[in-house]
């Protein structure tokens, strides 16, 4: 570790002095956009035909070339956009700025990818894909909710938590150790539907990033994976109008200019209305059980951006969700009011210092938060928890040559989390919990990378996180022995209750084999300071995030992976194979049942041990053509070991999958049809069953074996789906464009396990047992609960 950080250091330094004193180099730099609508290009690719190499812009569609003074040839493209050719001649710092062209000309909508055709080959990225959001509308969707996460679901190393769940687990990592951003706020609970939709809505969205290996430096605080989602920014050029009218759920989304080319906005918003439809048909279901009876969820995006100059740019987005789960009785005697939902906002502050250097500061406020409010009588009761966060951080990109790339930065976030808070009254008394305080952490970090390149064949990202943790008061908690009261612990205002710090080293390397393959090597070490801890033995929200603390040590994981990359016929397909290790430190789950007393801190139910996981993954990519689609295997195995679960013995975890199979199909027929097809295949998850049961006074008890010793039935589904789309036979002012999506969810039917439970049969009193008289015929057996068969789905989209 010493020799790693020695090196880190002896790099970053000796780059940078060898940028310096280059008097006779100039830049060429400016920003890329879409000429249609004025939005900024990420990844857009910037080659020198003379010397053969390049850039790609930055994620605000920034560039920087820095080169000797002369005549070049600049070639700019973007997949979607027609290539550009532009002749400089470089004898001073010279500013571009280009907007691309379509390269579709007739109404059909435009599909954008972001990649540079060698990307794959020529970067240092392991397990990195962009992912652009009309891909994954072309795919077939669960009742026709577009979704980016179950998009990712389909990529090799990632997979589903469940039937028909936005959840996902990373290369053997915890859900908690995904980082999932939306415009650089974190989102705590990617959710609508209990999970079964994201929280992300697919017309506000521009472009998604996935890194599951190989985490650069300036990400940070997970430690799987990092799921970055762009918005839109709002049409610069024009007035822009589209949605889609689907079975359960509408979409509406305008955008446009307030100043043209100067400022512009986006507002995107979605509700499902099955409650509507419902509500004047469930009094007359049965005898009336289901009136008043209701579940939705809505969420607005918004976004404003305004040019302030070529060199600065301000923009304000944010975020606004919540489902809402109401249930009471007939009688009207019992009622339950649940909601919960997320809140981010983000202010965006890019600066162009100079040529070279490129900052990007942001401010960010994000909450997660969930109510679960009953009365039953003249009694009531409420349960609410949440977790608030507010950031500040600065990102510089520095590119000081061609083919180098500096960035550093620093970042700073406040925590305050509500553990669960239970209040009350049944008449005149009321009452409220005592002991589950909130808990008020600071987390800071800095970090730099350099990118370079070393020789012709060798490629370099090298970079070094550092990352500091103080849990503060004030703070209050009352020790508990054998289920009394024994002390009281409190912390003032300000005082450090707790502080954790570490360096976190990364490092990748691409070692180029030919023009059109490379085998790339890469070693990460992260620590994550807040977690959540879950439990599925109960349908309470117990779900719930929790900082370090005294008790609670940070999650620590360190992954080593190795991969070969190869492209055919003109990087027309991608393949790859990688191959990974981690291990991981600190791992929490909850020792017992999750359900227990309320005034007891939650940390003092929490287990704690390590885990570790390996695995194979096999990924064949068609990126161009009518034609397009993937295939990706992964062979993976993941561990787990706790002290105080499974009597001290390696267990496997229950997401661990032994096979996990994805093949993705979209063919474009002509310009009225494009048809999709998606099937998977995975080894059935892992769960807990009992082994045997006795009798103790008449009542059952269960023997339960191992952890996750039982593994369920193997998941798999087909799903189809179809777009017509509606050209209009004259030409209009107004430029229309709409489509009918069909989408079918497991075509054949197959019912996937969703859960197992334990079903009786017999009874204590029946006929005799010979092996154990006692027990009567009384018998049990695991039965299976299917959630989805085959689903059809309708939709209209248009934009105009």
Not at 231 to 252: A, C, D, H, Q
Not at 504 to 531: C, W
């Amino acid at each position: 570790m010493k020799t790693l950080l020695a090196a880190l250091f002896a790099v970053f330094f000796f780059n940078a002095a060898s940028a310096q004193g280059n008097s006779s180099k100039f830049t060429v730099s400016g920003y890329i956009k879409d000429g249609g609508n004025g939005e900024s290009l990420m990844g857009a690719a910037v080659y020198i035909v003379e010397l053969g190499k390049g850039t790609s812009t930055n994620d605000y569609g920034f560039y920087s070339l820095t080169m000797p003074s002369g005549s070049y040839t600049l070639r700019i493209s973007y997949m979607g956009f027609t290539t550009q050719e532009k002749k400089i001649t470089l004898n001073k710092d010279i500013r571009l700025n280009i907007e691309m062209g379509s390269s579709v000309t007739d109404v059909q909508e435009v599909v954008i990818t972001g990649e540079r055709k060698d990307k794959n080959v020529e970067s240092t990225d392991m397990g990195k894909q962009e992912i652009p959001i009309e891909q994954a509308k072309a795919l077939p969707a669960l009742l026709g909710e577009v979704d980016i996460l179950k998009t990712i679901q389909l990529l090799p190393g990632i997979q589903a938590a469940g039937e028909g769940n936005s959840g996902f687990y990373v290369r053997g990592g915890g859900p908690d150790q995904n980082l999932v951003l939306l415009d650089g706020a974190v989102v705590y609970n990617t959710g609508h539907l209990f999970g079964f939709f994201s929280v992300f809505n697919s017309d506000a969205i521009k472009n998604t990033t996935v890194i599951k290996g190989g985490m650069p430096a300036d990400y940070g605080g997970r430690i799987s994976s990092v799921v970055d989602v762009q918005m839109k920014e709002g049409n610069m050029k024009k007035w822009n109008v589209e949605g889609g009218l689907g079975l359960i759920s509408s979409r509406l989304t305008i955008q446009g200019p307030i100043k043209k080319d100067r400022c512009s906005f986006i507002v995107s918003a979605r509700r499902t209305y099955i409650d509507l439809i419902l509500r004047p048909i469930l009094p007359h279901i049965g005898d009336g059980e289901f009136a008043g009876n209701e579940y939705y969820f809505y969420d607005i995006n918004a976004k404003i951006n305004y040019r302030i100059s070529d060199r600065d740019r301000l923009y304000l987005s944010g975020y606004f969700g919540r489902d809402v789960f109401k249930f009471q009785d007939p009688g009207g005697n019992f009622k339950l009011d649940f909601p919960w939902g997320n809140t981010t906002a983000t202010l965006r502050w890019n600066h162009l210092f100079s040529d070279k250097l490129f900052l990007n500061t942001m401010f960010i406020y994000n909450d997660f938060g969930f109510k679960a409010n009953t009365s039953f009588q003249d009694i009531t009761f409420g349960l609410n928890s949440s977790v608030r966060e507010a950031t500040a951080k600065m990102d510089f990109d520095y590119s000081p040559l061609l083919g180098h790339m500096m960035k550093f930065g620093w970042q700073y976030n406040f925590h305050v989390f509500t553990p669960y808070q239970a209040s009350g009254n049944a008449g005149n008394v009321d009452f409220k919990t005592t002991n589950q305080a909130k808990k008020f952490a600071h987390e800071t970090s800095v970090y730099f990378l350099d990118d370079f390149e070393a020789t012709d064949w060798l490629k370099i990202n090298i970079g070094l996180r550092g990352s500091l943790f103080n849990f503060m008061g004030p703070f209050s908690k009352i020790d508990f022995k054998d289920g009394r009261a024994m002390d009281t612990l409190n912390y003032k205002p300000g005082a450090n209750i707790a502080t954790y710090w570490g360096l976190e080293p990364r490092l990748a390397m691409r070692f180029k084999v030919d023009k059109t393959s490379s085998i790339k090597v890469g070693v990460t070490m992260n620590k994550q300071y807040i977690h959540l801890v879950s439990s599925s033995t109960t349908t309470l929200p117990v779900d719930l995030w929790v900082p370090s603390t005294k008790a609670v040590k940070p999650q620590i994981g360190v992954q080593a992976s190795v991969g070969y990359f190869r492209n055919f016929k003109d990087d027309m397909i991608e393949t790859s194979v990688e191959v990974y290790y981690k291990r991981l430190w600190n791992q929490i789950e909850y020792g017992g049942s999750a359900v227990g007393n309320i005034t007891v801190d939650v940390e003092d139910l929490f287990a704690y041990g390590n885990g570790y996981s390996t695995g194979a993954e096999f990924f064949i990519k068609k990126a161009k053509g009518k034609w397009t689609g993937w295939i990706g295997y992964t062979l993976a195995w993941t561990w787990r070991k706790f002290p105080d679960i499974n009597g001290g013995k390696t267990f496997l975890a229950r997401y661990d999958r032994r096979h996990d199979l994805s093949i993705v199909n979209m063919y474009e027929i002509n310009k009225h049809w494009k048809v999709s097809a998606t099937f998977v295949f995975a080894t059935g998850q892992r769960t807990t069953l009992p082994v045997s049961f006795f009798l103790n006074e008449g009542e059952v008890h269960f023997v339960y074996g191992e952890r996750n010793w039982y593994k369920m039935q193997p998941y798999h589904r087909l799903d189809f789906g179809f777009t017509y789309i509606i050209i209009p036979k004259k030409k209009r002012k107004i430029h229309f464009y709409s489509d009918i999506t069909c989408s079918i969810y497991n075509v054949y039917n197959r019912m996937n396990p969703f859960f197992l439970y334990i079903d009786p049969k017999g009874s204590i009193g029946g006929e005799q047992n010979s092996e154990d008289p006692e027990k009567g015929d009384l018998k049990f057996r695991a039965k299976q609960v299917s959630l989805f068969p085959i689903l059809p789905s309708l939709t209209w989209n248009f934009k105009f």
